[in-house]
């Protein structure tokens, strides 16, 4: 026999072994099954924390901004704050700058969102055997990542400036869930938005709200430092009761009732503005392809 031939012979055996081996049955999941939308949005949502983590500008505004602007607010206006409510103002401006940072990181995910619409890539997935709902939820997903690796930054340069959980481990927890509530309840809006409205007026948009929420709110000052035909709007605007209840929290005070509101005001948010955001992103995918 040959080398050629005896090279050939086990290549062969192998071969008929193969053949003769049935393959394993693989059983075919519907494109909208559950099992596949959860698949889906995980992927997509890896997808997007990629995407962020590899630009610069991303990690700025969710890492960088927040904590600088933490610092300078300790810095210009804490012993300020702290004179005049008698209450250490880290407390209330730790918790103002994550919600603050939750708003505007879902700013820069909407400009993404249209990118990707105008270069056709959410056309392409739109072709293809991808869930049709997994493109929203993994957005969503990314998005309330996101917000708590933001909480963590602030809160840990917060602990440096003195900040403290002095409420327990428990109460911990749930002051850094109320920003990742708050910031998908936010991003749901946002996305809304971002559906009907050119890049520079969704800019305009959000920039005025965010603008208007982040001054007008028991961050700064408490309610009763309002001209009072103003306090039981600052009281009650969805920044206030979040940060009142992030507050009580950590610091101590009312919790109940300024958690209640936001827990209220966040589903409120996500229920109103969860449909036009779905309509709107189907029809965006389906015009980039």
């Known amino acids: 026999m040959s080398s050629v031939e005896a090279t050939m012979a086990p290549i062969e055996e192998t071969d008929k072994i193969s053949w003769k081996t049935p393959l394993p049955e693989v059983a075919a999941t519907p494109e909208n099954s559950l099992r596949n939308w959860f698949t889906h949005s995980l992927i997509q949502c890896k997808r997007l924390l990629l995407v962020w983590a590899r630009d610069p500008?991303?990690?700025?505004?969710?890492?960088?901004?927040?904590?600088?602007?933490?610092?300078?607010?300790?810095?210009?206006?804490?012993?300020?704050?702290?004179?005049?409510?008698?209450?250490p103002s880290i407390y209330a401006q730790m918790a103002l700058l994550t919600l603050v940072a939750a708003m505007s990181g879902a700013v820069v995910s909407a400009l993404g969102f249209k990118g990707e619409k105008m270069s056709g890539l959410l056309g392409r997935f739109w072709t293809m055997p991808i869930h049709r709902a997994a493109g929203l939820t993994g957005r969503l997903l990314a998005e309330a990542v996101r917000v708590l690796v933001t909480t963590l930054f602030v809160v840990g340069v917060g602990l440096l400036l003195g900040f403290r959980f002095n409420q327990g481990p428990l109460a911990g927890l749930a002051l850094i869930g109320i920003p990742v509530l708050f910031g998908v309840a936010f991003a749901v809006l946002v996305t809304a938005l971002a559906t009907v409205t050119e890049g520079v007026m969704l800019v305009n948009i959000i920039g005025i709200?965010?603008?208007?929420?982040?001054?007008?709110?028991?961050?700064?000052?408490?309610?009763?430092?309002?001209?009072i035909w103003l306090q039981s709007t600052i009281q009650n605007q969805p920044m206030s009761c979040a940060i009142d209840a992030m507050r009580g929290l950590s610091y101590g005070g009312p919790v109940a009732e300024p958690l209640m509101k936001t827990v209220l005001w966040t589903l409120g948010l996500i229920l109103v503005?969860?449909?036009?955001?779905?309509?709107?992103?189907?029809?965006?995918?389906?015009?980039?392809?």
Do not use: C
């Open 273 to 289: 503005f969860a449909y036009p955001a779905v309509r709107g992103y189907r029809r965006a995918a389906e015009t980039g392809a």
């Open 57 to 87: 500008a991303t990690t700025i505004q969710t890492l960088v901004y927040p904590a600088l602007t933490l610092l300078m607010f300790k810095i210009v206006l804490g012993k300020s704050i702290t004179n005049y409510t008698g209450q």
């Open 209 to 227: 709200i965010n603008t208007l929420l982040m001054f007008f709110n028991t961050g700064f000052a408490p309610a009763f430092a309002y001209p």
